[in-house]
């Protein structure tokens, strides 16, 4: 196998609403996809990589944090940036469309 071919990457969303009335906000992983980092590709890095996103009401990424680091740097902001680009559907609190926190995890694989 070619290792500068990108495996299999998939971006899940880990729905955990903080309160039962609360829908955090999503988004089509098929559609929204990172560029493997060209020295992570060399290097042969791979991990997962699990982030917060702050989702406006309008779908769109208003802060990150990274939860927890795939343990490459090159890897986690290639996530965090590819993520952020994305279009959201937001989220809902009470029924209402609402500014919420969403999770997701991010898999480099070679």
């Known amino acids: ?19 039962a009335s ?10 929204c996809k990172a560029e493997y980092p ?9 991990g997962a990589v ?13 802060d990150s944090k990274i939860e927890k680091s795939s343990g490459f740097k090159n890897l986690d902001k290639a996530a ?3 993520i952020s680009a ?7 609190k009470d029924g209402v469309v609402a500014q919420t926190w969403t999770k997701v995890d991010y898999v480099w694989s070679l």
Not at 9 to 16: D, F, G, K, P, Y
Not at 51 to 62: A, E, K, R, Y
Request: charged share 20%; aromatic share 8%; net charge positive.
């Open 22 to 31: 609360e829908v955090p906000a999503s988004f089509d992983a098929k559609k």
């Open 38 to 46: 060209k020295a992570s590709l060399l290097n042969e890095e791979q």
């Open 86 to 92: 994305c279009k959201f559907k937001p989220g809902t």
């Open 1 to 19: 196998m070619n290792k500068r071919l990108i495996g299999f990457i998939a971006a899940s969303l880990v729905s955990s609403a903080t309160f």
């Open 80 to 82: 965090v940036k590819a």
């Open 50 to 62: 699990t982030m917060s996103f702050l989702v406006s009401p309008s779908g769109d990424v208003m």
